[in-house]
T-cell receptor, first 111, second 118 residues
Framework: AQSVTQLDSQVPVFEEAPVELRCNYS??????LFWYVQYPNQGLQLLLK??????LVESINGFEAEFNKSQTSFHLRKPSVHISDTAEYFC?????????FGTGTRLQVFP | GAVVSQHPSWVICKSGTSVKIECRSL??????MFWYRQFPKQSLMLMAT?????????EQGVEKDKFLINHASLTLSTLTVTSAHPEDSSFYIC??????????????FGNGTRLTVT
């Protein structure tokens, strides 16, 4: 069965600084990978996804993630964060028909 | 984009009572819906897979008699927490996949239901 590891439970960062949220998954077989964001008291929203093709995927709000098959990673990056990026970020991977989530990373952006 | 409506957004109930949570896909048909539970500061744990017109598939360790799931139509799945106890207090989130979606389609999530059992 698939598993997802998000090594950092919390990432504090100052506004306009770059950030990387790490995600590793367990299996090297074909997978689909997702990043979801959860703002306070809200449900999950899809941030970006990798299905196939280009290993670098981007979101509309400046985040990007790179699928690295050899390292079984799908790290999320943003070159310059905003206060409004403060949220919980979940990496997820498909396991047959199910979606398996990591434990989440709390991104806290300080002014 | 696709919208999943979950109701209620929060509920407080007394121990021993039952609570029903609804999950509706508003602009697409969902043959499969998923119910997750999220503990404070933890990830989402899949509880069960709800299939329209058939019995739900529960994950290991989830009591099917306690968490009753009904998926009576292509747009509605319900989760009933029966005889609720304080340890059932949690954040419950439903999600749905468009009926045309394959496993590469992202799930659409409801905004969740905060259940507090007193």
């Amino acid at each position: 069965a698939q598993s997802v590891t998000q090594l950092d439970s919390q990432v504090p960062v100052f506004e306009e600084a770059p950030v990387e949220l790490r995600c590793n998954y367990s299996s090297s077989v074909s997978v689909y990978l997702f990043w979801y964001v959860q703002y306070p008291n809200q449900g999950l929203q899809l941030l970006l996804k990798y299905l196939s093709g280009s290993t670098l995927v981007e979101s509309i709000n400046g985040f990007e993630a790179e699928f690295n098959k050899s390292q079984t990673s799908f790290h999320l990056r943003k070159p310059s964060v905003h206060i409004s990026d403060t949220a919980e970020y979940f990496c997820a991977v498909t396991d047959t028909d199910k979606l398996i989530f990591g434990t989440g990373t709390r991104l806290q952006v300080f002014p | 984009g696709a919208v999943v409506s979950q109701h209620p957004s929060w509920v407080i109930c007394k121990s021993g009572t039952s609570v029903k949570i609804e999950c509706r896909s508003l602009d697409f048909q969902a043959t499969t819906m998923f119910w997750y539970r999220q503990f404070p500061k933890q990830s989402l744990m899949l509880m069960a897979t709800s299939n329209e017109g058939s019995k739900a598939t529960y994950e290991q360790g989830v009591e099917k008699d306690k968490f009753l799931i009904n998926h009576a139509s292509l747009t509605l799945s319900t989760l009933t927490v029966t005889s609720a106890h304080p340890e059932d207090s949690s954040f419950y989130i439903c999600s749905a996949r468009d009926w045309q979606g394959l496993s590469d389609s992202p799930l659409h999530f409801g905004n969740g239901t905060r259940l507090t059992v007193t």
